[in-house]
């Protein structure tokens, strides 16, 4: 969204252009202190921000400076979802050169904290600089309230020889006073790598242990980078697959890290991270003891964590003599053996457990309070039934837990648990503690806090270790209002349209979408006095969202359409609210077609297509069956009868897709009938009509016909004009059917027979015969020998039984079956379905939307133009699905499954497939097994996702593999491929990562989105993943 400058500019002369991340705390303050002659984009969050600025600047003039308001931390800048750091600037060259024309002789000013306060900072702004043509200053310490330790000071320029910004801040120094915030990002840690990239911390063990320190398990060595956390002796995993390791399995083990820096609170916090507790020792039937999340004043400067054992480096020992942590204000203990929600205290002053007993809770989660209440037991549960830890575990994967800690700026607690890995927290028993005052017990949050994490083992042991923490904001997102407005024939103002918010206040609405424009026009302003016409997307501000008016067209008979609210802390309603305009006056009924009906043979099926109706003021919401064919003249199917269609009976409701799925199946002595069905619209008024349906004309005259049988000799046997039975006997014979619903039999002997008009049946026998089944719905059937049957015109099975045979279905809804042996099998038009059988069969689906089945043995099924569905069966089979959005299934055996040029869904199956998913936004899963994605150039219509991308039980293996070597093997790659191609960001979802892969080799600007991996985070990812 644009909010124009506050003051006119001359002609001429440029304005200043700010451009605020919207997810910042109380950004409004700021909108509200603009300096004259400044311009104002509010980023989408859920946009790219890069692409968001390079279309704003596309059409500009000259601007004299450019302010990017965000989050940062040093050599990093977060714009709404958007990371930009040394590593992902490479991705956005193409576009930030573009700002250049705009930016002539302007500056550039980065207002996020520290992203200029080490050599990586410093050297990201620079490059920044080369990029967008002009100077750019940066922060080196925290922006913003002075209060939390900030400034409003960007120390670091690349304007030569002062290093000093030239430009004036964007806002008033009022209003920067008293700004209530820093813009420092809040943490994202995964500890997998050989150091943190969050800094600093402190570490150490608990008083009176020989405890080891904690260490990053890909770390080798055990001094820390400056502000750092130690690595072990030798790295005990690769970079991206480490943890933040605890504790060991040795007895008596206690260890903390503290993050030291402060994290702004006024909007709360919302806390995830993955733990792992496994193999380890029991103690009086439990391992132990268990980890600790806690959160401290952000004033505070603790040098050491709390006692250990039960109290799990939070809460005191005073038997011992062991203070609990300087400035705690909550503690979440993750408690294997119980103790953390026992008195600690001998004379009983702090609180015992919820039941009031003194003993253990096992396997629980337990909360307690600040160093002001004494650190007293707050809340806990009882015993979690999947358990905190994994003691038969020997790895960490098998005992990963997730869990997530909300804390409201009001001091409302949530914490919940995953504890079947599935990355949800909605199953039974994870939502371990809900809507718990702290704030009652503990008073109000600090302004800021900091955090740390702390383990202990005692005679109890496990391995403990944390990894893939991420610190957000927290805010209640508001809540949006469903309006009902009555609709006349004159332009209405719209009422009722609203929201609220439980923690702030609305800043925007947005039209999520409009009604159609057959329906009418939506207009923010009354369209007799100026108004203009909105578009899907538009923000609006409070007191637009009360100016929306709705102009009827012609035959208006209701509409809908749906928006959002966006809150002063950036949260949005994920469920848009839905305006239902709705037309008043009398109700006209609804009106149905006069199909045509091809003439039906007897024992022919066919569906009735042409039968949906419409309404001139409103919508069909059903259809009704008011009366049936005879039976004896056939019966009418919800569904192809043939493919398990059901009886449709008097009275019986379809939907208005159903109607377009309703088949009549002739009886064999069908001569013409005729039934009735009626559309009901959304007011209630009912419109019937009968449909006529007639025979052919063939089967008009058809009566019953002859036997002709030949004998051993090489026979030619022609039908008369009736229903007749021709058998060949022995011999190559040739039998020809005519125009009624003849049974033909070729006996043995190479043998040639045609069905001509009329529904016929083709029975080949022994021998390689051929069988056409001419016009009609025929069946036809090879039997014994290679033989070729073609079903040609009309709805026909085919089958081949015995033998390699060809099969055509030609015209038609035609099922063909392979039958034993090597066939090959060809759809022709229609929608047909193809089963190959038995046998190593070739299916192609050529025309229309076709289902392919390749059954047993080694098939190869090719879909062809159509949105084709294709299953592999049980062996290994080759799957192409060519054009259209296609289905493809390897089912069992090794597949390989090639998806073409459209959207395509590929399933691989139960063992290790090769899926190609070509052209198109695919989505693909592998199935069990070591499956191999293969790209072979960059994706044209989309990126992929990969839903069940497996990385293996231990860290140094790989089950699937995402093959990248037709595109990097090219000319012009060298180097490690993997490390200067590949780059890897998180997704939509914190728990995906986006693939990325330079298509230009050593040039510029390469790198294109491939796919998106759901499930798994960037973290968990290496060059094993990979083949290059």
Avoid at 225 to 235: F, K, Q
Avoid at 995 to 1023: C, H, M, P, Y
Wanted: aromatic share 6%; charged share 15%.
């Amino acid at each position: 969204m644009i909010i124009p400058a506050s003051a006119p500019t001359a002609p001429g002369q440029g304005s200043a252009l700010v451009i605020i991340d919207p997810t910042i705390d109380h950004y409004p303050h700021l909108l509200e202190g603009l300096q004259a002659e400044t311009e104002v984009l509010l980023l989408d969050p859920a946009q790219n921000a890069i692409s968001q600025i390079t279309q704003v600047l596309s059409d500009r003039p000259p601007l004299t400076s450019l302010h990017l308001i965000s989050h940062g931390r040093s050599g990093e800048l977060q714009l709404g979802s958007t990371r930009l750091n040394l590593a992902t600037v490479g991705q956005y060259a193409l576009q930030m050169q573009q700002w250049a024309k705009s930016l002539m002789g302007a500056e550039v000013l980065l207002y996020g904290c520290e992203v200029a306060a080490d050599e990586l900072g410093k050297s990201l702004v620079r490059q920044i600089s080369q990029l967008v043509g002009t100077h750019v200053a940066a922060a080196t310490t925290l922006v913003g309230s002075a209060k939390l330790g900030g400034s409003w000071n960007l120390g670091f320029s690349t304007e030569p020889g002062t290093g000093r910004r030239r430009s004036p801040l964007a806002f008033n120094p009022q209003t920067l006073e008293t700004y209530p915030a820093v813009l420092a990002l809040l943490v994202n840690e995964s500890f997998t790598g050989a150091d943190v990239t969050a800094k600093p911390w402190i570490f150490g063990t608990g008083a009176g242990t020989t405890s080891a320190n904690p260490f990053l398990t890909a770390r080798t060595g055990a001094a820390p980078s400056a502000d750092g956390i130690p690595g072990a002796a030798v790295a005990i995993d690769t970079p991206n697959n480490g943890t933040l390791r605890l504790t060991d399995t040795t007895a008596d083990q206690a260890a903390f890290v503290i993050y030291n820096a402060p994290i702004s609170a006024n909007g709360g916090v919302s806390i995830t991270f993955d733990f792992f507790a496994y193999n380890g020792t029991a103690f009086n039937g439990s391992n132990g003891d268990g980890i600790s999340f806690f959160l401290i004043d952000g004033t505070a400067a603790p040098t050491t964590a709390g006692a250990f054992g039960g109290s799990l480096g939070y809460a005191q020992k005073q038997v011992q003599g062991i203070s609990g942590i300087t400035g705690g204000y909550l503690g979440v203990g993750f408690d294997e053996f119980g103790n953390f929600s026992t008195s600690i205290e001998p004379d009983g002053t702090q609180r015992p457990t919820p039941a009031g007993v003194n003993t253990p809770v096992r396997d629980s989660v337990s909360v307690r309070g600040s160093q002001a209440s004494g650190y007293a037991f707050l809340t806990g549960t009882g015993t979690l039934a999947a358990g905190i830890d994994v003691p038969s575990a020997t790895t960490r994967d098998p005992a990963v837990r997730r869990a997530k800690i909300d804390l409201t700026p009001t001091g409302v607690l949530g914490v919940q648990v995953d504890l079947n890995g599935n990355g949800s927290f909605a199953d039974a028993g994870e939502q371990a503690i809900t809507n718990f005052n702290v704030a009652a017990v503990n008073g109000a949050l600090p302004s800021t806090f900091k955090f740390g994490f702390a383990s202990s083992t005692g005679g109890a042991t496990n391995i403990h270790e944390v990894r893939n923490l991420v610190i957000n904001t927290f805010t209640d997102p508001p809540v949006v209002a469903d309006a009902t407005v009555a609709i006349g024939t004159t332009t209405t103002n719209l009422t009722g349209l609203s929201a609220t918010d439980p923690d702030g206040t609305i800043a925007t609405y947005t039209l999520s979408t409009l009604p159609p424009t057959t329906q009418g026009t939506l207009f923010l302003g009354n369209p007799s006095s100026s108004g203009t016409a909105v578009t899907a997307g538009q923000v609006l501000t409070p007191a637009q969202i009360t100016q929306l008016f709705f102009q009827p067209a012609s035959g208006f008979s209701g509409a809908t359409f749906t928006y959002t609210a966006t809150d002063n802390q950036g949260a949005t309603d994920s469920t848009p609210a839905t305006v239902t305009l709705s037309r008043t006056g009398t109700n006209r009924p609804p009106t149905l077609p006069t199909p045509t009906v091809p003439d039906i043979d007897p024992g022919e099926t066919t569906n009735l297509t042409g039968l949906a109706g419409s309404d001139p003021d409103g919508s069909i919401t059903s259809y009704t069956i008011a009366s049936l064919p005879p039976a004896a003249q056939g019966r009418l199917f919800l569904g192809n009868p043939n493919q398990g269609g059901t009886r449709i009976t008097v009275g019986q409701v379809l939907t208005p897709t159903q109607i377009e799925q309703l088949f009549f199946q002739a009886g064999a002595g069908f001569s013409g009938t005729r039934f009735t069905y009626g559309a009901i619209d959304n007011g209630g008024t009912r419109t019937n009509s009968t449909i006529t349906l007639n025979a052919s004309a063939a089967a008009a005259i058809c009566r019953p016909g002859r036997t002709l049988k030949g004998n051993s000799g090489g026979n030619s046997i022609n039908g008369t004009a009736n229903a007749d039975t021709l058998i060949g006997f022995a011999g190559n014979d040739v039998l020809n059917g005519r125009n009624c619903n003849d049974r033909i039999s070729g006996g043995r002997g190479n043998d040639r027979l045609s069905g001509e008009g009329g529904s016929d049946t083709l029975q080949g026998g022994t021998g390689g015969d051929r069988a056409n089944g001419g016009i009609g719905a025929d069946r036809v059937s090879g039997g014994l020998g290679r033989d070729f049957l073609n079903g040609a015109a009309g709805n026909d099975r085919v089958t081949g039984d015995r033998g390699d045979d060809v099969l055509r279905g030609n015209n038609g809804r035609d099922t063909l079956d392979g039958g034993l042996g090597n066939d090959r099998l060809f759809s022709g038009n229609g929608n047909d379905l193809l089963n190959g059988g038995q046998g190593n069969d070739l299916l192609n689906g050529e025309r229309d939307n076709d289902r392919l089945s390749g059954n047993s043995g080694r098939d190869r099924l090719n879909g062809g133009r159509g949105q084709d569905t294709l299953i592999g069966g049980i062996s290994g089979d080759i799957l192409t699905g060519s054009g259209g959005a296609d289905v493809l299934q390897g089912g069992r055996g090794r597949d390989r499954l090639v998806g073409g040029t459209q959207n395509d869904r590929i399933s691989g199956g139960t063992q290790g497939d090769f899926i190609v998913g070509g052209g198109g936004a695919d989505t693909l899963t592998g199935g069990t097994g070591r499956d191999r994605f293969v790209y072979r150039a960059t994706q044209r219509g989309g990126v992929d996702v990969i839903t069940d991308f497996q990385l293996g039980r231990r860290s140094n293996t790989a089950i699937d593999q995402i093959d990248l070597t037709r595109i990097l093997g090219r000319p012009g790659y060298g180097g490690d491929r993997f490390r200067r191609y590949v780059r890897l960001a998180s997704g939509s979802s914190a728990a995906s990562t986006i693939v990325r892969v330079d298509f230009n080799g050593s040039a510029v600007g390469g790198f294109q989105a491939l796919t998106s991996l759901e499930g798994i985070r960037s973290a968990s990812l290496s060059a094993r993943n990979f083949l290059v």
